[in-house]
């Protein structure tokens, strides 16, 4: 009897499996059935009636799709790589209490094993394996040649110049210098050592600093630095060479810091005498940059006399009537223009907050929103000021002297060695926290006219303990106007102003070709 109710009763739920299955079949038949071929043909038809403008607008559609998507595996690798740095960390913390009591598993002291000098000694081994000091490795072509610097006791010979353009100089940075004589010490360490006069074979000579003759240098950047250093033998046809090699350790963690720059307000401060065309050139910048892209940005102009300043006053009421933007702070100085007195005058006239962001800036400074982003980045009350190395232009009716006109500004921002270059002897772009400028003592208030008073503020900041971070920015540049050095200059002012003005005129080979026009124009028709 109890059979035959069994069997009933797993027949009954028998059927019932079958009629869900049934079921979920259909369902499944419905929701994945094929688009019929007419309704296809009618999408063809619909897409080939939307003409260019529906073609490009769902094209934008899916670049939309694909950029949203991206930006989410994007934000998925970040949180991964920070779940796994928690865990790796709480790993760490299990593995130091469990050594702590002794119950450290078998097989997992290797996860714990801190470096050992014969570790370390093996790192640095590979590190000179991998490097070109034994033997050569092949390079793919003769600008990826890593030259080297040669140096005597008082002398560098060097190829990349740096800011004080010698080809051949004294060491200036005092960590070079020491770089250098704790090489040639060493070297002298090694040679005066019992294992070398061992090896040798000979009488015991002492070496001494008279008798290194030269050395040479190189560094490469992800292994080490080379050095071969030579030195006098036992005759006057007999030398000593030794090769040493400073390699570079792991990279190492400082820091790990999320940083909310969006919300540092910055006070542009440009000094400025008549010159309306370029201030209107600036605020247009200032416009599309400031107002339509950052948003987060105060405007101080110091302006000197009287002349022309109802077109600058015009200019800030027009830009206020179209953007409704009202971050502008106007002063008005009677007197001679001086730069680093405009700077001061506007860096103490900020009484909206106890600290502010300042961009010391020119009329003829042309920035980018990415610019903004970097001097807040790089400037930090206390700690750090940001002095960017801009790229100047060079005079656009020599660059583009083969067209009827020269392009936009915009199409002239273009970083060339024939349309500019790095203007790494200027100190007057500088973001800094105005606190820091108060601190420092801000500018030379006796220094007037054009020039130095960057340069002294510059130094201030290199003689304290403020961290000067000096690059060039990809975002900052000076457009290219005529200048014009007053015979009233000092001697040493009016000698820097005209390297200056004929720096900026065009690159080296443009020059000659100006130079040389007519040799060349002879050439080319005596080849017609």
């Keep these: 009897m109890f059979k035959r109710w069994l069997l009933a ?19 499944y038949f419905l929701a994945c059935k094929p688009t019929s071929r007419r309704g296809q043909e009618s999408l063809q038809w619909s897409a080939g009636t939307t003409s260019k403008e529906g073609y490009m607008a769902l094209l934008q559609e899916r670049e939309d799709t694909h950029r949203h998507y991206i930006n989410s ?75 080297f610097d040669t140096f005597t006791l008082r002398r560098v010979y060097q190829l990349e110049t740096g800011l004080t353009r010698h080809p051949e100089e004294r060491p200036v940075r005092r960590d070079r210098r020491d770089e250098l004589m704790t090489t040639v010490e060493t070297a002298l360490h ?34 080490g630095t080379v050095y071969e250093l030579l030195f006098k033998g036992d005759g006057p046809r007999d030398f000593t060479q030794l090769s040493l090699f400073r390699p570079f350790g792991p990279v190492l963690k400082v820091k790990s810091e999320r940083v909310a720059a969006g919300g540092v307000l910055v006070n542009i401060i440009v000094p400025l005498s008549k010159r309306p065309d370029a201030f209107r050139q600036f605020i247009s910048n200032f416009r599309e940059v400031c107002i339509q892209q950052d948003g987060r940005v105060h405007l101080t102009v110091v302006y000197f006399g009287r002349d022309q300043v109802d077109q600058v006053k015009a200019l800030l009421d027009q830009t206020t009537r179209k953007t409704q933007f009202r971050g502008f702070t106007l002063i008005q100085l009677n007197e001679e223009f001086s730069r680093g007195r405009g700077l001061d005058v506007g860096a103490r006239a900020w009484r909206r907050s106890p600290n502010v962001l300042l961009f010391f800036c020119d009329v003829d400074i042309h920035f980018t929103a990415d610019f903004l982003t970097s001097c807040r980045l790089n400037a930090e009350p206390g700690k750090k000021v940001y002095y960017p190395v801009l790229f100047s232009q060079y005079n656009p009716s020599i660059i583009y002297s083969n067209q009827t006109l020269p392009p936009s500004i915009q199409q002239q921002l273009v970083m060339r060695k024939e349309t500019g270059y790095w203007r790494d002897f200027g100190f007057g772009m500088t973001c800094q926290y105005r606190s820091d400028f108060l601190n420092i003592g801000g500018f030379d208030r006796n220094i007037r006219g054009w020039g130095l008073e960057d340069v002294h503020l510059y130094r201030k900041y290199l003689h304290s303990k403020l961290m000067v971070i000096r690059c060039p920015s ?9 200048k014009n050095c007053a015979d009233e200059l000092p001697p040493d002012k009016y000698k820097m102003c005209m390297q200056t003005k004929a720096v900026s005129e065009a690159s080296h080979g443009q020059l000659a070709e100006l130079l040389f026009r007519r040799d060349i124009q002879v050439h080319l028709s005596s080849k017609k």
């Design 190 to 223: 090694v040679l005066n050592g019992p294992r070398q006069h061992a090896h040798s074979g000979r009488g015991k000579r002492a070496y001494s600093p008279s008798d290194f003759i030269e050395g040479l240098t190189r560094t490469e950047r992800n292994r």
């Design 474 to 482: 990809s975002g900052l540049f000076h457009l290219w106007h005529e």
């Design 9 to 27: 009763l797993l027949a009954r739920v028998g059927l019932i499996v079958l009629g869900l299955c049934c079921c979920l079949l259909l369902f």
């Design 73 to 147: 595996l994007t934000k998925q690798i970040a949180q991964l790589k920070e779940a796994l740095q928690e865990r790796t960390k709480q790993l760490q913390e299990s593995l130091e209490k469990a050594k702590t009591r002794g119950i450290l598993p078998k097989g997992l002291e290797s996860l714990h094993k801190t470096p050992t000098q014969t570790d370390l000694k093996d790192f640095f081994l590979s590190q000179l394996n991998q490097a070109e000091v034994t033997s050569g490795v092949q390079v793919a072509s003769e600008y990826a040649v890593v030259p």
